[in-house]
C-alpha cells in the first residue's frame, strides 16, 4: 500500500517561491508515474504536473509552465517528489496533493491517478 505524505505549504508574497515535498513509500513506485495536483476554494481539482516513472518525461499545465519544476529522487523503497514553485501568483492559491498513477508514462489524467496524499496548503497573498 502507497502511502503518500506531503509538506512545505505555506503563506507566500505574490513573486516568491515555495518547494513543496511528497515522500510515496513503496517498493512498486518503480514504475509509476508520480504527480501534482491542486484545488483551489470553490473549483475542481486540476492537475498541475506529472513526471513518469523514469523520471525522464513531465508534464505541466499551460498556467504553471516556465514557473513550476517537477522532479522526483527514487530511493529503494521510498521516492522523494518536489515541485518547486517560483514566482507565485495568488491564482496558485490552493491545496496542492501528490498522487501516483498505475501507469509509468507522465499524463496528468486524474483517472488514472489511485493512490492520493492528505494534501497540503499553499496562500499567495500579499
Known amino acids: 500500500q502507497v502511502q503518500l505524505v506531503e509538506s512545505g505549504g505555506g503563506l507566500v508574497q505574490p513573486g516568491g517561491s515555495l518547494r513543496l515535498s511528497c515522500v510515496a513509500s513503496?517498493?512498486?513506485?518503480?514504475?509509476?508515474?508520480i504527480g501534482w495536483f491542486r484545488q483551489a476554494p470553490g473549483q475542481e481539482r486540476e492537475g498541475v504536473s506529472c513526471i513518469s516513472s523514469s523520471g525522464d518525461s513531465t508534464y505541466y499545465a499551460d498556467a504553471v509552465k516556465g514557473r513550476f519544476t517537477i522532479s522526483r529522487d527514487d530511493a529503494e523503497d521510498t521516492v522523494n517528489l518536489y515541485l518547486q514553485m517560483n514566482s507565485l501568483k495568488p491564482e496558485d492559491t490552493a491545496v496542492y496533493f501528490c498522487?501516483?498513477?498505475?501507469?509509468?508514462?507522465?499524463?496528468?489524467?486524474?483517472?488514472?491517478?489511485?493512490?492520493w496524499g492528505q494534501g497540503t496548503q499553499v496562500v499567495v497573498s500579499s
Open positions: 513503496a517498493f512498486t513506485l518503480d514504475y509509476h508515474a
Open positions: 498522487a501516483t498513477s498505475w501507469h509509468s508514462s507522465s499524463s496528468c489524467h486524474q483517472s488514472d491517478f489511485g493512490t
